[in-house]
């Protein structure tokens, strides 16, 4: 049987870009996604004409109820689980910590944190060798904002995302012998929609200077080191955090 994958925030951008490689290599597909019904029916219709095996499931990773019955779907659909991509991530609009309130604090965290928490934990339960389960791999999409702070735009993201890279040295190690491989990309500046919800759909062209490699990248280019942090080509790699950002 196909291994089994399930992205989180399938169904633009990286996660898209991830399901369609994951695909080609023969990954049955559990897509994850909160809001774009539409997005994620055209990414599953355009996978199966290509003769892949894809669910999609609608589900907020912010919520535990609805973790758990994504990881039931799954369960249900395939019966296994070997690859878990911890993608499903979200900001808010650009502005200094002054200005933040509680309530956008809780938004960012609840999506960027807690679900992916939550959706390690449920990967865990079925990969584990401890749980009954024969290994697995667990790829967090971080970023270098985690690294660079992001000041004066969204400080919050990264430190959201700075705890997702805390999370991946902590749960490399703790299942390590369990047959679970943890790993991390950190994405720097990627053309994807994601800065629109920043409120500078721009933000590429504007920052692209600070770039060593004077560009943004591509939702393939991230993709591809996913893909290969869940092969057996990363069989002794673990607790890495993989940055995919231009040299920034």
């Not at 994504?70 to 070997?82: K, P």
């Not at 997702?164 to 679970?180: N, Y």
Request: charged share 25%; aromatic share 4%.
């Amino acid at each position: 049987m196909s291994k089994v994958m399930l992205i989180t925030g399938a169904s633009r951008g990286i996660g898209a870009a991830t399901a369609r490689l994951a695909a080609a290599e023969g990954y049955a597909l559990c897509l994850n996604f909160r809001q774009r019904h539409d997005a994620a029916e055209q990414l599953l219709k355009e996978l199966h004409s290509q003769g892949a095996q894809a669910i999609a499931i609608e589900a907020d990773i912010a919520d535990e109820s609805q973790v758990v019955r994504l990881f039931e779907a799954v369960d249900a659909e395939f019966g296994r689980l070997d690859a878990l991509v911890n993608n499903a991530g979200m900001l808010e609009r650009q502005m200094r910590l002054d200005n933040m309130d509680k309530a956008r604090l809780e938004r960012v965290f609840a999506v960027n944190v807690f679900g992916s928490f939550l959706c390690a934990r449920e990967a865990v339960k079925r990969m584990s060798t401890r749980h009954g389960g024969s290994g697995g791999a667990i790829v967090n999409v971080s970023s270098i904002a985690a690294k660079l702070g992001a000041p004066n735009e969204y400080i919050d993201y990264a430190a959201a995302k700075g705890a997702i890279d805390s999370m991946t040295l902590g749960l490399a190690k703790e299942v390590a012998a369990e047959s679970i491989r943890v790993n991390a990309v950190r994405p720097g500046v990627i053309y994807t929609e994601i800065h629109a919800s920043g409120g500078e759909p721009d933000r590429i062209e504007r920052v692209r200077s600070s770039v060593p490699m004077g560009r943004g990248g591509e939702a393939l280019e991230v993709a591809e080191a996913i893909l290969w942090l869940v092969s057996d080509k990363a069989s002794y790699t673990s607790g890495a955090l993989l940055d995919v950002s231009g040299g920034r």
